[in-house]
């Protein structure tokens, strides 16, 4: 079986800075991967060179085993869902007008998109009768909830996420990160998730790639590296989570 | 209000709809696609925005002005090329206007409104997999169309003021009363002008806010009305205007520059002509320089011009040879420069000659302009829009060696206003002008000979050159008017109480006319 996503030395340079350092990566079907590191360690860029909302300036990036090179950018975006921070709905289309932009760009008819948006909203756990509103009489929570389904509508394989929770307070964090990992799991998708959290990345991720400074420095299970890590930069991002860890074990075995 | 003046609001409203209309049409079509651009390229945008700023620098109607003599340009080069040329005149060089002015507040909020869309929406258009035209139609332009209907809004109310000022160039509009109105001193018809025009002005913002307000909510029924609205009232004003598009019988076309006299000739020339059984048009309130371009381009037929001001602007004479000469002189020149014909003088003089209260010239010892030229540092003098840059200015003032204590230009109506209340010590006057004897003033004299003479004759067309049933109409007018009935029929329409209309007045001197 093809892997659903593979990078072959792909980077990425703006006006000859590099962002991107040559990166290989392969991600087997059905993996949850996150994304790591501080800001500007080029992980939104990577994802971003998935879906082609950037152009890698050098190598390539395979999509179910097919170059993207050879896809124009519309038609590989709308065969891979994308969530993001700022969620982004269309503030002048109603809920699931929202859900069903994909539907609507592939031309399915209006019945088949009604059912699906239905379907959708029950997925993400949101009431149907939500689909009629506008963005703006949303919950945060439920705004982000609109932007899974909308990223999920026309059925991709593959989900990119941007910093998904990012905005959300920590209940409705936990709550829909949960919900996000039942969907993967009960889809069969293959997820990649740009998280600064770590432990968030821990909680949910089959697998960790940590970079810095353009450049992928570790890679592996969450519990390889909860067990340790040669470089002192990955060490240092795994002691939050280790102490945490170790206070809830405290605090469960009493 | 008196119903002759409403009986022309239903044509001169029709005209200010369809001008106003087609060049916010126009200048849709362009500002918004203009915009889009605009928006999308930063490198375009800065030009577009300052070039359409331009443009809103310069005053509409210089702007409606420039564009005659470009179109006219145009013309004749169409016309050496492809052997006809296209009417610059009126509705074409008035449209290119006001489309130009409508543009700048279109194109501004078109830009605002799409570069506003928020960043994350924009991205959310992309990552769904949107192209480039799907991201414009179906979420920048529906979420910058409030800003840009509010722009559209702007541009409306703009064009429909600005559309009054398209009556110098020859356009009917509701600009028609407000210029007529301020030169026969008639408030009420410079009132209906104004009311009519804002009125208009008013409707349709309100409707194009009902529009804009619907594009907002997304409410179909709101927009829906306002649009609906925007189309009955068009359909409903621009109704008159459809019994004239059907064929008629050939009919004429009688010029008048922007003042009493001229109106009154003009219906006087008309009046014959109807009497014959013709169909007339009138384009009144021409610029002095357009009406008679126009004529030799054949746009009107005839008109009366003043022989001093043929012979200085058409011909460039600075000389003076007398008043038979500058008549025989224009005779030929006319004719073989522009194939016009001059028909004939009417009879009498409209000069420009230097004017005082009586009272004033007394007390000073001013009889000529001799006399005046030793009073002069002491005393302001007041012209017309055009009377210091005429050669006929630089004439008397190179000739009696005039040097005014200070120079002041009035719209005529006002220059005789400032004589009575001491703002000017002297004027630029008309010696056919009603006023000079009403308000008691005397005309100035001239020994040497500065002043051209001002015969006034009857132009026509080189089309018309050989119209039996013009020059039949025109016939009787040869030498037919004096000077006093001239003045007589000026003063009825530029004073203050029993005013009467050009027409009317055009009626009584017909009724005095010497066999």
Request: aromatic fraction near 6%.
């Given at each position: ?48 060179t998935l879906n082609g909302l950037v152009t890698p300036t050098g190598g390539q990036v395979r999509i179910d085993g097919a170059p993207t090179a050879d896809l124009d950018g519309p038609t590989l975006r709308r065969r891979i869902g994308y969530v993001f921070q700022e969620v982004g709905l269309f503030p002048h289309l109603t809920v699931g007008e929202n859900i069903g932009v994909v539907p609507t760009l ?132 795994m002691q939050a989570p280790r102490r945490q860890a170790a206070r809830m074990r405290e605090i469960a075995g009493e | 209000m008196n119903s002759g003046l409403l009986s022309l609001l239903p044509e001169r409203l029709a005209w200010h709809v369809v001008l106003s209309a087609s060049a916010l049409v126009l200048g849709l079509a362009v500002a918004l696609p203009l915009g889009v651009l605009a928006a999308r ?418 132009l026509i067309a080189p089309g018309r050159a050989g119209d039996a049933r013009l020059r039949k109409a025109l016939a009787g007018l040869d030498g037919a008017i004096t000077v006093e009935a001239m003045r007589a029929a000026n003063f009825s329409v530029d004073r203050d109480d029993g005013k009467v209309s050009p027409a009317q007045a055009a009626k009584a001197l017909a009724a005095g006319l010497k066999r």
């Amino acid at each position: 079986m093809t892997d659903a996503i593979v990078l072959d030395q792909v980077s990425k340079a703006y006006d000859g800075v590099a962002v991107l350092q040559p990166t290989d990566l392969v991600i087997p079907r059905g993996q949850f991967v996150a994304l790591v590191g501080g800001s500007g360690a080029g992980k939104t860029t990577l994802l971003k060179t998935l879906n082609g909302l950037v152009t890698p300036t050098g190598g390539q990036v395979r999509i179910d085993g097919a170059p993207t090179a050879d896809l124009d950018g519309p038609t590989l975006r709308r065969r891979i869902g994308y969530v993001f921070q700022e969620v982004g709905l269309f503030p002048h289309l109603t809920v699931g007008e929202n859900i069903g932009v994909v539907p609507t760009l592939l031309g399915w008819d209006a019945a088949k998109i009604t059912a699906r948006t239905a379907e959708l909203l029950d997925l993400v756990a949101l009431p149907r009768e939500l689909a009629t509103r506008r963005p703006a009489n949303l919950s945060g929570g439920q705004r982000q909830r609109v932007g899974v389904a909308r990223a999920l509508a026309a059925r991709p394989s593959i989900l990119l996420m941007d910093e998904p929770f990012g905005a959300l307070d920590s209940v409705t964090r936990v709550a829909l990160a949960d919900d996000v990992r039942r969907l993967h799991d009960q889809l069969s998708l293959t997820t990649v998730m740009v998280t600064h959290d770590i432990a968030e990345a821990v909680l949910l991720a089959d697998r960790i790639v940590v970079m810095a400074g353009g450049r992928v420095i570790a890679d592996n299970t969450p519990r390889a590296l909860l067990a340790g890590h040669a470089d002192p930069a990955v060490e240092a991002l795994m002691q939050a989570p280790r102490r945490q860890a170790a206070r809830m074990r405290e605090i469960a075995g009493e | 209000m008196n119903s002759g003046l409403l009986s022309l609001l239903p044509e001169r409203l029709a005209w200010h709809v369809v001008l106003s209309a087609s060049a916010l049409v126009l200048g849709l079509a362009v500002a918004l696609p203009l915009g889009v651009l605009a928006a999308r390229s930063p490198r375009l945008r800065w030009p577009a925005l300052a070039l359409a700023g331009l443009v809103q620098t310069i005053p509409s109607l210089a702007l409606l002005a420039l564009f005659y003599p470009l179109l006219l340009l145009l013309s004749n080069l169409a016309k050496a090329a492809f052997g006809h040329g296209f009417s610059a005149l009126g509705f074409l060089p008035s449209l290119l206007a006001l489309t130009l002015y409508s543009m700048l507040p279109i194109l501004r909020n078109t830009v605002a409104g799409l570069t506003g869309v928020e960043p994350a929406v924009v991205e959310a258009a992309r990552g769904v997999g949107m192209t480039d035209r799907q991201r414009l139609w179906r979420v920048e332009l529906p979420l910058a169309l409030p800003v840009i209907m509010a722009g559209v809004r702007t541009a409306a109310v703009w064009t429909i003021g600005a559309a009054t000022l398209s009556t110098p160039v020859g356009q009917t509009s509701l600009g028609d009363y407000i210029f007529s109105g301020l030169q026969t001193e008639n408030w009420a018809m410079v009132l209906t002008g104004c009311v009519a025009s804002a009125g208009l002005a008013l409707v349709v913002d309100q409707l194009l806010g009902l529009v804009e307000r619907g594009a907002e909510r997304r409410d179909r029924r709101v927009w829906g009305a306002g649009l609906a609205g925007l189309a009955i009232g068009l359909a409903v004003a621009v109704a008159p205007l459809a019994a004239d598009l059907a064929p008629r019988p050939s009919s004429y076309v009688i010029g008048a520059k922007n003042f009493s006299e001229q109106y009154i000739l003009a219906e006087l020339m008309a009046d014959r002509l109807e009497g014959q059984g013709a169909r007339v048009t009138r384009k009144i309130n021409l610029g002095s320089a357009v009406a008679y371009r126009a004529l030799a381009a054949g746009e009107i037929d005839a008109y009366v011009d003043y022989s001093g001001t043929l012979w200085a602007n058409v011909l460039g004479r600075t000389d003076n040879p007398g008043r038979a000469a500058v008549l025989d002189g224009l005779r030929t020149e006319l004719k073989r420069r522009d194939g016009v014909v001059l028909l004939a003088p009417l009879g009498f003089e409209n000069a420009y000659a230097l004017a005082m209260r009586r009272d004033r010239a007394q007390a000073l010892g001013i009889m000529t302009l001799a006399d005046l030229a030793a009073k002069a540092p002491d005393l302001t003098m007041g012209g017309d829009l055009e009377f210091f840059s005429r050669p006929e200015w630089a004439s008397v003032e190179r000739t009696y060696g005039l040097r005014f204590k200070a120079r002041r230009q009035f719209q005529p109506t006002f220059m005789y206003r400032a004589l009575g209340s001491g703002e000017a010590d002297v004027i630029s006057a008309f010696s056919s002008d009603g006023r000079i004897a009403a308000d008691g003033l005397v005309v100035l004299g001239d020994p040497k000979g500065a002043l051209p003479p001002y015969d006034a004759v009857l132009l026509i067309a080189p089309g018309r050159a050989g119209d039996a049933r013009l020059r039949k109409a025109l016939a009787g007018l040869d030498g037919a008017i004096t000077v006093e009935a001239m003045r007589a029929a000026n003063f009825s329409v530029d004073r203050d109480d029993g005013k009467v209309s050009p027409a009317q007045a055009a009626k009584a001197l017909a009724a005095g006319l010497k066999r």
